[in-house]
Structure formats: structure tokens, C-alpha cells
């Protein structure tokens, strides 16, 4: 039987007392070692709930846990602590440090962590080579295309082996041919290093690659459906899905 990785029960957010809930009354089992995707439009909770589940927001009601850990009970410092360890995460915009080098960046997990600086190479020269980056390994981000950069901030986030990886728009700068190759990167991770992956995403075609797919609508799911088919026959699916969730 699979081990859930996310088990979310009853979850509310509202950010004041007269608002509405942003995320209303949500129930959600994800399972270890799947690659899924969250889909809806701007507004719709997407982005709150992903920030939740990372312990970057705190909830208003309900219980989050991330690999039988109740997430909603955490201090400050031991969110923190859970973050450094467990989690792993990829952004738009890449939060890369532009002072530090490619192999700098991809180490500054490591060395939060405590591992030595022999092994933090190790993995660093052995990942590079995968993604093939490793002739840009003592450039600055500066140097590099978007599509490089991505790479950086993927390879940054997996080195220290997180039980989940949380992907925030990965694609949201990058072209269609960018996007295509890190999305295959991204199926790459989860199939060959079984790591499990959530992914907010608004663009079809990125998450046409996940094997399955969360639409949010007001805060609530309104549909949840499992890949069955190819990635061009899912990614028309999915974005006639999400122009009917839209309108």
C-alpha cells in the first residue's frame, strides 16, 4: 500500500476574520512517490496551499501532516528546522545567489545541514554531469540562460535527498522549449531518485508531465483527474479542463 506523503484534513485559511476562506474546508491524501500537480486560476488557492504544506503559512483550522509529521503544530524554529531537512524547493524566479557560483549555490543546502565539503562536492560534480551543467559549475547565475538556471535551482533543491519537492510555477519564465526540458528533468527526479513532487502550475503543458492533476477553484477541489494517455492528449485535456474551471 502507498504511504501518503501529504495528508491534509478540514484545512482553512482566511487572512482576517471578515474574509472569506481562501482555502475552504480542504481534504487532500497525496502518496509517496507521486509527481502531482495543482492547477486554477489566479485567486483560486493554488499558491496558499503550497506555501502551507511547506510551513511557510500557517492555517486558520484544520491539520496539514508531511510524512507523518503534523506540520500545523510547529514553532517557528521547528518549521525552520523541517524545511532545512525535509523539504526541497524550485521557484520562478529561481532564488539563486548572485554572488555565490553555480557549485556555491548548489551547496548552500549541504552546508546547512553540517555534511562535509568532500561530500557536498561529490554529489555536486555527480548531479551536474546529469543535468548536464557541470561546464558551468564556477560560472555565476549571471552567466547562465534561464533554462540553466532552473537546472541549478532543481539540482539545489534534490542534493540533500528531500522527502518532497515543492515546485512553485518552475516554468512560469521560461519558453516552450525550455519548459519541455525542465519538465522532463522534473519526471527524471521523481522517477530515478523516487522523490515526490507537488507542482503549482497554471501552464497545461507543464503539468501534462505529472501523473496526476488537482484543479482548485475558491479554495476547494472541483476536480482531480490521473494520467492515462500521452503528454499531448493530457495537456489539451487539462487545458480544456482549466478554461471551463476559469470561466
Not at 524554529?77 to 524550485?90: P, W
Request: charged content about 25%; overall charge positive.
Amino acid at each position: 500500500m502507498c504511504k501518503q506523503i501529504i495528508k491534509i484534513i478540514s484545512v482553512c485559511k482566511k487572512y482576517n476574520k471578515n474574509e472569506i476562506n481562501v482555502i475552504d474546508n480542504l481534504s487532500l491524501d497525496i502518496f509517496k512517490g507521486k509527481f502531482t500537480a495543482i492547477m486554477g486560476a489566479s485567486g483560486s488557492g493554488k499558491t496558499t496551499l503550497l506555501n502551507m504544506i511547506s510551513t511557510l503559512d500557517t492555517m486558520s483550522s484544520g491539520q496539514i501532516y508531511v510524512d507523518n509529521h503534523e506540520i500545523s503544530d510547529f514553532s517557528d524554529d521547528e518549521a525552520a528546522k523541517f524545511r532545512r531537512e525535509k523539504l526541497g524547493f524550485v521557484f520562478q524566479n529561481y532564488r539563486l545567489l548572485k554572488s555565490l557560483t553555480v557549485r556555491q549555490n548548489i551547496a548552500v543546502p549541504m552546508s546547512l545541514i553540517g555534511k562535509d565539503n568532500n561530500e557536498i562536492d561529490h554529489k555536486i560534480d555527480g548531479l551536474a554531469e546529469y543535468f548536464k551543467i557541470k561546464d558551468q559549475l564556477e560560472k555565476y547565475p549571471v552567466n547562465l540562460s534561464g533554462g540553466q538556471k532552473q537546472r541549478v535551482a532543481i539540482i539545489r533543491a534534490i542534493i540533500k535527498n528531500p522527502v518532497l519537492l515543492l515546485a512553485d510555477e518552475p516554468t512560469g519564465a521560461l519558453d516552450s522549449q525550455s519548459t519541455k526540458l525542465i519538465m522532463q528533468y522534473l519526471v527524471s527526479v521523481n522517477q530515478k531518485f523516487n522523490t515526490s513532487i507537488l507542482m503549482v502550475t497554471h501552464d497545461s503543458l507543464a503539468a501534462s508531465y505529472a501523473n496526476e492533476v488537482i484543479f482548485l477553484k475558491d479554495g476547494k477541489i472541483v476536480d482531480r483527474i490521473v494520467k492515462n494517455n500521452s503528454n499531448e492528449v493530457f495537456q489539451k485535456l487539462l487545458a480544456k479542463k482549466l478554461s471551463n474551471i476559469e470561466s
